[in-house]
Structures are given as C-alpha cells and as structure tokens.
C-alpha cells in the first residue's frame, strides 16, 4: 500500500509539473505571437483607471495608434503628445511647449501598452477563458492571477483571434481585499491592411522649437509592465 501510495503521489506530482510546463509554453507562445513586429494596424485605444473611492473608470488617455512592423505613431486625442517611432529614433512632440525629446532605439526597451510582457510574473499560470468581443473583433480571452507583496493580482488579455493583436488588456489589484487598483488599456475602433506611408513615422520638427535628449523613457504608454 505504502509503495501504491508513493506511485500516485509521484503521478500526480508529474501530471503537475506537465500542466506548469505547458501553461508556461502556452504563455510564451501567445505572448510571442501578439508581440510579433510583423503587424500593421490602426486604431483608437484608451487608458482607463479605477482606485478606491472612485464608482467609475477615470480617463487617463485616448490615443490613435499607427503601427507598422516595428514602427508606430501614438497621438493624443487632447493634442497635447505625438509620439514617432521610425525604427530609429523615437520623438515626442508637445505641441504646447513646442518642445520635441528624441531617444536612440537602444533606449526604447519597454512594452508598449499593445504588447504583453511574458517574463512579468505570474504569467506561468496563463490560462484561457473563453471568447469575448473587443472593438466587433472576435478575441481569445487569456487571464493569470498571483500574488504580489500583500496583494493578488489579476491580468487578462484580448487578443484578436486572426490577427494575433491585443486589443484589451486589464491589470486588477487587490489589497486587504478591497480594491486598489484596476487598470486597463482598450480599442474602442481598429483597422487593418491600410498602410502608412513611411513620413507618418518621421518627426517634421517646426522652427523655433527647442530639440533634447530624453534621459530616459518617460512616456507611460510604452513603459506597461504587463
């Protein structure tokens, strides 16, 4: 009995280890698919956060996106940012302050908020949970939970089910079991098979603005971590 008994244990320890195996692969797998610089689309996306007190999602951002292989352009709805990324060299203009920061390529090593970062822990327990509708896109929805410090955390992400892009992606926060903080970027409209022409990703500095060095990436849609 006691030699049976070491079997099942030892069955079931493996039928473990193949499950993590394989939600780890599965993982990798999406993630490398929707992180593919293979992709041309556009579209309109917004920024949403909830914290505590709050009955309703706040507004951070509405951006159009334009992305092109491993070119993008994001612009504010507000008129306040316009982000070009030409492979390069990164530019953000303010139209306001008439200032424009560039950065090297070699400086723009974040995950925009379009991509999913598959090394981000607990992202080994990825798991599909069914179909839902994002932007009249049919998607798979993928989601993990985990622990983090004091809290539990839980991500999900809508990706389009032919075009292997994120359309939505949520992060949920909760500490003492109370809500911290959810956020999540969404398309609320996107396209596909119209491409852009080569100067959308090139920055036209007017005359009279001041140019500068970034120190670092600063812009929070390209610096997500999830």
């Given at each position: ?6 079997k099942i244990t030892a069955l079931l320890l493996l039928g473990l280890l193949i ?31 909830k914290t505590p007190g709050q009955d309703l999602f706040s507004v951070i951002s ?155 990436l600063d812009i929070a849609l390209l610096r997500t971590k999830y």
């Amino acid at each position: 009995m006691a030699v049976k008994g070491k079997k099942i244990t030892a069955l079931l320890l493996l039928g473990l280890l193949i499950s993590l195996y394989s939600n780890s692969a599965r993982a990798e797998s999406v993630a490398r698919r929707v992180n593919r610089d293979d992709k041309s689309f556009r579209g309109t996306w917004v920024h949403r956060i909830k914290t505590p007190g709050q009955d309703l999602f706040s507004v951070i951002s509405k951006v159009t996106v334009a992305v092109e292989g491993g070119k993008y352009r994001i612009s504010s709805d507000d008129g306040e940012s316009d982000v070009r990324f030409n492979g390069v060299t990164l530019w953000e203009l303010k139209p306001s302050g008439r200032k424009a920061g560039w950065l090297d390529a070699a400086d723009v090593s974040e995950i925009p908020f379009w991509k999913m970062d598959y090394n981000a822990d607990p992202l080994l327990l990825l798991n599909f949970s069914g179909e839902e509708t994002v932007a009249g896109r049919p998607c798979n929805v993928f989601r993990i939970a985990g622990e983090y410090k004091e809290g539990d955390v839980s991500v999900a992400y809508w990706v389009d089910k032919e075009k292997d892009i994120l359309l939505k992606k949520e992060y949920i926060l909760i500490v003492n079991k109370k809500l911290f903080v959810r956020e999540s970027y969404e398309s609320v409209a996107v396209e596909f098979g119209r491409s852009s022409p080569p100067s959308e990703f090139e920055a036209e500095i007017p005359e009279g603005w001041t140019r500068y060095k970034k120190n670092r990436l600063d812009i929070a849609l390209l610096r997500t971590k999830y």
